[in-house]
Structures are given as C-alpha cells and as structure tokens.
C-alpha cells in the first residue's frame, strides 16, 4: 500500500522540477522508484540524513534547499492523516526539516498507506523537537496544556536536539495547538502539520489509491 501511494506521486512531478524528499519507510519506498523517472528531475533537497544517504546511493544531485529558493513539489508520508490533510509527523525525528521543507514548496504530496487515514488526528504520540536544556521546562509546559510527555530515549535528531513524544493531547482544534506549542520556549518545532498542510494525500489501499 505504501508502495502503491509513492508510485502515484510520480505522477505529480513535472520535467526539470527539483524535488523535497521526506523521511521513513514510505518516502524511502517514493526514493526507491525515484530512478524510473530519473531524466525528469534537475535534483532533490533531503528533509533528513538518511534521505539524503538514500538518494545519493541512487546518484540524484543533493540541493542546499538556501540555494535553491523555492521547490516545485515536496513528497513525505506522516503517522497520520485527516482528510482534510491536516497531519501528525515526526514518528522518524524528522519533523523541524521535514516542516521547513515542506514550507518551502509549492506543492505538498503526502503519501500514506489506509492504516494512517484518521478523522481526528491525536492517537499516534506527537513529536516536540526541543533544545535539550528545556526538556523539564517544555515537559511542564505540556502537562499544563493535559498531554503526558516521554523522553524518547536514545535519540537525537538531525539537528542536535531531543524529541518529546506526547499523548492525549486534544487535537481537534490542530492549528491552534500546533501554535500553542511552537509558543512554548524552548520548542523547535512540532509534528502537527495543519498551519501548512498537505495539498495533496494520496492513500494507499489495497489495490486502488484514493487522492483527496
Ligand atoms: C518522519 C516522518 C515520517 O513521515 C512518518 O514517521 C511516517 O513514516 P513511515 O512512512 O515510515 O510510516 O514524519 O519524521
């Protein structure tokens, strides 16, 4: 399913685009069908370093995103996804360039496979990327806001910093809360992504896509 939801997305990317690639096994499989329609594309900006391991191995020029302006199409999965494609992202610690990528692109194609596609996003744990001195200050900040926060052990993203996975938080209203957080000093980022949504979701069901 995930296979089929990355396979449709090459049918978005246009002769000379540069590409934004996302992070985790479903971009990987988008990765892996890359060099099908390889004369297609000038080159591609990695949300993460194993995207950018990954697209090297398969010789795809790896663009400095401050250099190329903005990008014509980003392609990402996420944990899960309203159809409204308001999503929770960052399930692989990716969520701070996963997010900046996808800002600076003109089109945002989230691939998922059925299981993802929820009605109130919230029961997958949302990643907080923090500076590590405030982990106690935003862990406080949170239990004050009702989420239960976790140190995710044993990892540090890309960019140096820890990663607090919270549950139960109230998602329903998901623009307002992704701002609350971002409030909270010491925050980087969070993996609600509803201010800057997907413009595009395809889903990945057993033997057809559904777009929405
Ligand atoms: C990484 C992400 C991924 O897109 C998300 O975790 C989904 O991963 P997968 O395709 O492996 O289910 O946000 O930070």
Do not use: W
């Amino acid at each position: 399913m995930k296979h089929m939801a990355a396979e449709a997305a090459l049918d978005y990317i246009e002769v000379g685009d540069v590409v934004g690639v996302g992070t985790g096994s479903t971009a990987n499989a988008f990765i892996d069908l890359l060099p099908n329609i390889k004369g297609k594309i000038d080159g591609t900006v990695a949300s993460s370093k194993a995207t950018e391991d990954r697209l090297r191995q398969y010789g795809f020029p790896i663009l400095n995103l401050n250099r190329t302006g903005s990008l014509p199409i980003y392609v990402d999965g996420a944990d899960e996804a309203t159809r409204n494609k308001h999503l929770i992202k960052g399930g692989g610690g990716a969520l701070t360039r996963e997010k900046i990528v996808a800002a600076a692109s003109e089109k945002f194609v989230c691939i998922v496979d059925k299981t993802k596609l929820v009605d109130v996003l919230g029961e997958f744990p949302l990643a907080i990327e923090v500076i590590p001195l405030a982990q106690s200050l935003v862990s406080r900040a949170v239990i004050k806001l009702g989420g239960q926060p976790e140190l995710r052990t044993g990892f540090t993203t890309d960019n140096g910093n820890i990663i607090i996975d919270v549950r139960n938080l109230d998602l329903k209203d998901a623009t307002t809360v992704e701002s609350t957080l971002n409030h909270i000093t010491g925050v980087v980022s969070n993996g609600i992504f509803a201010k800057r949504p997907a413009d595009v979701l395809i889903v990945g069901n057993e033997g057809q896509v559904d777009t929405y």
